[in-house]
């Protein structure tokens, strides 16, 4: 029998964690980080990880694997998501992938294939220079042109894997995403998505900004740069910490960098929202009406009633 697997997913700071918490006690699960930069060390305040008494409490999984300046790719979590699911399975708990980065998401749901294309080291060279000459939108319109569906997907500052979509169109003259194309699932799923009024998402984003900034964003940033880990790096292209470490290399104030968090974060959880509405299967709740918990809690026993405590 295909493994079960129970995805909460939606934009950031719209309650993910708190709703798989809640569910990971209730029906035996083990939580699979499905965030693109909760893998990195070190980098917990700007990534939003669960607290560590909460990952005491309820197992998770592909958080805190690799340091900050080591290569991670959707291959690479595709691969260790997939181990992972299958080792809770077998502990008879259930699987829980809850994140909001939808390429690693569904990477893992429904195995795209992934086109093994070799680097090409003097075109990256070449690309790495063209975006730090005409910056990184520049770079990123050169992507829309030549494959428009990748490009929408990935953030202009995500300049690896717009380097690797061009590398992949150089090489074989077709958009990476007319090749990577998805399989079936090998997975019993449950999609659970979690939404609320557009304003009210885009003050919580502002609060826990603020909060991260409280928590002392700055301090751990700068704890990063001084362990020699820059802006070139993808893990530091992270909304949170390229916008910190310019202020700490005395490119923007304080509060200009506090405000560009906010206005990339905004922009972030609307092209999360964009990616996930495409997913005909994900059942969607409002987390501002009372009923919604209910409604999962009945939904998830309904599919998954044997993990039930």
């Known amino acids: 029998m295909n493994p079960d697997l129970l995805l909460i997913i939606g934009p950031t700071a719209v309650g993910k964690t708190a709703l798989s ?4 006690g209730e029906f035996r699960g083990e939580i699979i980080s499905g965030d693109s930069m909760q ?5 917990d305040i700007g990534t939003a990880k669960a607290s560590e008494e909460e ?3 309820i197992p998770h999984h592909l958080i805190d694997i690799i340091d900050p300046d080591v ?3 959707v291959q690479e979590f595709q691969q260790l998501a997939r181990q992972k699911i299958e080792e809770i399975y077998k502990r008879d708990h259930l699987p829980m992938l809850v994140g909001g980065t939808g390429l690693y998401v569904e990477a893992v749901t429904h195995g ?3 086109p093994g294309v070799p680097e090409n080291g003097p075109l990256r060279q070449e690309l790495h220079r063209f975006a730090e000459q005409h910056g990184n939108d520049a770079l990123h319109l050169r992507l829309r042109e030549a494959d428009p569906e990748t490009a929408e997907r990935l953030h202009p500052n995500d300049r690896r894997r717009i380097i690797r979509a061009l590398e992949v169109f150089h090489a074989t003259g077709t958009p990476l995403s007319k090749l ?3 399989r079936e699932t090998p997975y019993r799923l449950l999609w659970i998505g979690l939404t609320m009024p557009r304003e009210l998402l885009y003050e919580r984003i502002n609060q826990r900004v603020d909060q991260m900034v409280s928590q002392g964003l700055v301090e751990e940033v700068k704890r990063l740069k001084e362990k020699g880990y820059h802006r070139g790096l993808t893990s530091m292209q992270a909304i949170g910490y390229k916008e910190i470490m310019s202020y700490l290399e005395g490119e923007l104030t ?3 960098a506090i405000d560009l968090i906010k206005k990339g974060t905004r922009k972030f959880a ?3 929202l964009s990616w996930f509405r495409r997913i005909p299967e994900i059942r969607w709740f409002d987390v501002t009406e009372e009923q919604s918990f209910e409604e999962i809690q009945r939904l998830v026993a309904g599919k998954f009633p044997h993990y039930r405590e």
Request: no cysteine.
């Open 55 to 57: 990952r005491a409490r």
């Open 112 to 114: 795209y294939h992934l």
């Open 39 to 43: 893998v990195y060390r070190g980098m």
């Open 21 to 24: 918490l809640r569910l990971a």
């Open 180 to 182: 990577a194309g998805k």
């Open 270 to 272: 609307k092209r999360q």
């Open 71 to 73: 290569p991670f790719s």
């Open 254 to 256: 304080l509060s200009e």
